[in-house]
């Protein structure tokens, strides 16, 4: 039989671990008596953890979040996960959390055995993070957008579109998505009656929110596809759809989901007929037409720009130009 202590730790670790558990069950897991059980729950809860207890056939105990934060127990592989987020956080894409993620880290850091500093000293050594050049948002307002999609509370807020233009949104917040590069909400507008999606740089909630809504069901059942296709349409200044005439998984393999969104388009065989494959549509969009242009030639794949004319047109100009600069064909 465990000794009391190591058993608590024992128990707080299982409880932690999913949401509910029956007492013959922890009972089991410990080696004790549900009457054990019992009583350990109870020092636990002196302590200061929030555990509640149901009885019956479905009975059982769940781990609730108290008024103060306990200790956490963590596996090996948990704490080398909160450790590597916590670095990738102080240097990520949302202000106002880099020195609190430091704070975090350097705590979590100090309490680690040293087989697992080891292993973070040397992932932290091993990578170079380089300094992106898009937008942060404020964690502040990201936040505030979090519990409005919670709560299903309609946010108001100033929003500055991509011309620059300012204007007054209420919205029903529906989702944020993370696309690896740029936060965005999706919501339904009530102005324009239809979905939109908002960059999240760009919005500044006012306060107090306004009253609660039903939840609509989205058109598609897919916010992050949803997302994709208005952050490479509406979100940016030149949206583009372009078919890449080689397989789906060959270009899943080279693009981020923040490329843009990517489907499979069998109707269009080209160059990827003779790999096996069908083609693959892309909807995706920059904020200039030379960037789209440069993105698109570094996939190394045969493409036709089907929106906009414009990217056509400077491609056009654009192999000319190579064609002259490299010089009449010898052999």
Same mark, same amino acid.
């Given at each position: 039989?465990?000794?009391?202590?190591?058993?608590?730790?024992?128990?707080?670790?299982?409880?932690?671990?999913?949401?509910?558990?029956?007492?013959?069950?922890?009972?089991?897991?410990?080696?004790?008596?549900?009457?054990?059980?019992?009583?350990?729950?109870?020092?636990?809860?002196?302590?200061?953890?929030?555990?509640?207890?149901?009885?019956?056939?479905?009975?059982?105990?769940?781990?609730?979040?108290?008024?103060?934060?306990?200790?956490?127990?963590?596996?090996?592989?948990?704490?080398?996960?909160?450790?590597?987020?916590?670095?990738?956080?102080?240097?990520?894409?949302?202000?106002?959390?880099?020195?609190?993620?430091?704070?975090?880290?350097?705590?979590?850091?100090?309490?680690?055995?040293?087989?697992?500093?080891?292993?973070?000293?040397?992932?932290?050594? !091993?990578? #170079?993070? *380089?300094?992106?050049?898009?937008? %942060?948002?404020? &964690? /502040?307002? $990201?936040?505030?957008?979090?519990? =409005?999609?919670?709560?299903?509370?309609?946010?108001?807020?100033?929003?500055?579109?991509?011309?620059?233009?300012?204007?007054?949104?209420?919205?029903?917040?529906?989702?944020?998505?993370?696309?690896?590069?740029?936060?965005?909400?999706?919501?339904?507008?009530?102005?324009?009656?239809?979905?939109?999606?908002?960059?999240?740089?760009?919005?500044?909630?006012?306060?107090?929110?306004?009253?609660?809504?039903?939840?609509?069901?989205?058109?598609?059942?897919?916010?992050?596809?949803?997302?994709?296709?208005?952050?490479?349409?509406?979100?940016?200044?030149?949206?583009?759809?372009?078919?890449?005439? !080689?397989? #789906?998984? *060959?270009?899943?393999?080279?693009? %981020?989901?923040? &490329? /843009?969104? $990517?489907?499979?388009?069998?109707? =269009?065989?080209?160059?990827?007929?003779?790999?096996?494959?069908?083609?693959?549509?892309?909807?995706?969009?920059?904020?200039?037409?030379?960037?789209?242009?440069?993105?698109?030639?570094?996939?190394?794949?045969?493409?036709?720009?089907?929106?906009?004319?414009?990217?056509?047109?400077?491609?056009?100009?654009?192999?000319?130009?190579?064609?002259?600069?490299?010089?009449?064909?010898?052999?």
């Amino acid at each position: 039989m465990l000794e009391t202590s190591v058993r608590l730790l024992r128990l707080l670790s299982l409880l932690q671990a999913r949401p509910g558990w029956s007492g013959a069950e922890l009972a089991d897991r410990l080696g004790v008596t549900t009457r054990t059980v019992r009583n350990d729950v109870e020092r636990l809860r002196i302590l200061g953890y929030e555990i509640h207890s149901t009885t019956g056939t479905a009975g059982g105990y769940r781990l609730g979040a108290g008024k103060a934060l306990p200790p956490l127990i963590l596996d090996d592989e948990e704490a080398v996960a909160v450790a590597v987020s916590l670095h990738a956080a102080a240097g990520g894409t949302v202000t106002g959390i880099e020195e609190t993620s430091l704070r975090a880290l350097t705590k979590l850091r100090q309490l680690l055995p040293s087989r697992l500093r080891r292993r973070i000293d040397a992932l932290r050594e !091993a990578t #170079l993070s *380089v300094p992106g050049r898009v937008p %942060t948002v404020d &964690a /502040g307002t $990201l936040a505030v957008i979090a519990a =409005a999609v919670r709560d299903r509370e309609r946010l108001r807020f100033d929003y500055r579109g991509h011309d620059g233009e300012e204007s007054v949104r209420t919205v029903e917040p529906h989702r944020l998505v993370h696309t690896g590069r740029r936060w965005y909400l999706l919501a339904w507008d009530d102005e324009r009656g239809d979905w939109r999606t908002f960059r999240a740089d760009r919005v500044r909630p006012r306060t107090p929110n306004g009253p609660r809504f039903a939840p609509r069901p989205l058109p598609d059942g897919d916010a992050a596809a949803h997302v994709l296709r208005g952050a490479g349409s509406a979100a940016l200044r030149y949206p583009a759809r372009v078919r890449l005439h !080689a397989p #789906l998984e *060959v270009i899943s393999e080279r693009l %981020t989901p923040a &490329a /843009g969104l $990517l489907r499979a388009d069998d109707g =269009a065989a080209g160059a990827a007929g003779a790999a096996g494959g069908g083609g693959c549509l892309l909807e995706t969009g920059a904020d200039s037409l030379d960037d789209l242009a440069a993105f698109l030639g570094s996939l190394d794949v045969p493409f036709t720009v089907l929106d906009p004319p414009e990217l056509r047109v400077l491609l056009r100009t654009l192999a000319a130009r190579y064609a002259e600069a490299a010089g009449p064909a010898r052999g």
